[in-house]
């Protein structure tokens, strides 16, 4: 259904009226706003729910509170205040783009074209920093503001690329000249939490009255079998060579998982890790669910009574378990140090 002038108003007008009063609170990146803290929220809250954002972001921040305070952070002290958030590929990337705000920009960038050549920024994410840090009017896309733009102009293209062009065109015209602060925050609460993937509450929508999928998204409670696909096994074996309070870590170079990130040797013999060496040994065996993927993770613990040096072109180093917390690692990995 084409929408009018008239109401593209209207929604606009509706949606920042319902945020003035039932916007989210106690979001901590809605609090001493800058261009700099929208960004570091927009990065983490890409693929990652709200509430377990919330404490990661409250540590980033608390570590790095201003953008002239990250500029000398390592990858590493970058990815290890990542660790357990997943998706590590964003702490990546905000170490690319803070390299080269500080190479070509000398500050944090105020236009939406050099947002937009930074590593890990979309047109969305460049949008929200624009329109939220810099109340600049620039339309945004992420998956709630999608989802309410589909269902407010019932967009039914089955083609992704064409739905995606659809709603990109529609958030354009939607979103408002004046007051896109309150527009913005407030389409994006507005499917946060009314206008839910299941059991929209439409009685309580501020544009039900105008939105053409009212009252007609249907949650079927019925017992159905859901066909779910089969994730990837994937079998790690680990070689943890560690002494009381130090432990030999390995940085993994290779473009899969975990790449960039310190993890016990997945070749002791090639590193030189000889278990008669070791004053003790143990076994220990865990699993750890990834996105796309299941890990089946063998760790043989290797107890040395002093650290040593190996011939490797690996990149390693003996990490003291006082200093875990500034080395970039998988939370289950870390995890199992802090156990020993």
């Avoid at 008239?6 to 979001?27: A, F, P, T």
């Avoid at 074209?113 to 460049?126: C, Q, V």
């Avoid at 017992?223 to 096994?233: G, V």
Wanted: proline content about 4%; glycine content about 4%; hydrophobic content about 35%.
């Amino acid at each position: 259904m084409s929408k009018s002038i008239q109401d593209k108003d209207r929604l606009s007008d509706l949606v920042i009226e319902w945020y003035g009063s039932h916007g989210r609170e106690g979001l901590p990146w809605r609090k001493n706003i800058t261009p700099y803290k929208i960004w570091i929220s927009e990065i983490m809250l890409q693929q990652t729910q709200v509430k377990t954002v919330i404490p990661y972001y409250i540590r980033f921040i608390k570590t790095y509170p201003t953008f002239n305070s990250l500029i000398l952070a390592s990858e590493d002290q970058i990815i290890a205040l990542w660790s357990g958030l997943g998706f590590y590929r964003r702490a990546k990337n905000i170490y690319k783009a803070k390299e080269q705000i500080k190479n070509s920009f000398k500050k944090f960038p105020d236009n939406f074209n050099d947002l937009m050549s930074l590593p890990g920024i979309g047109e969305s994410t460049a949008g929200a920093i624009m329109s939220i840090a810099y109340n600049k009017s620039y339309p945004i896309l992420d998956a709630n503001v999608k989802r309410v733009l589909a269902r407010y102009s019932n967009v039914t293209e089955e083609s992704a690329s064409k739905k995606n062009k659809a709603l990109w065109e529609i958030s354009r015209k939607e979103t408002p000249i004046n007051n896109v602060f309150d527009y913005t925050q407030g389409v994006m609460d507005l499917g946060s939490t009314i206008c839910k993937p299941k059991d929209p509450l439409c009685t309580k929508c501020p544009i039900v009255s105008i939105c053409d999928s009212a009252f007609t998204i249907v949650t079927d409670n019925s017992k159905k079998e859901k066909i779910k696909k089969d994730k990837s096994q994937v079998n790690i074996n680990f070689t943890l060579a560690h002494t009381d309070n130090e432990y030999l870590l390995f940085k993994r170079n290779e473009k899969t998982f975990w790449e960039g990130l310190w993890l016990p040797s997945e070749q002791p013999k090639i590193h030189k890790i000889f278990k008669k060496k070791s004053c003790s040994e143990a076994h220990i065996n865990r699993k750890h669910k990834l996105t796309h993927l299941d890990l089946n993770m063998s760790i043989t613990l290797l107890r040395y009574n002093n650290s040593f040096d190996i011939n490797s072109n690996s990149e390693y180093r003996w990490v003291k378990k006082i200093d875990i917390n500034n080395v970039g690692m998988p939370a289950p990995i870390k995890k199992i140090i802090l156990e020993i």
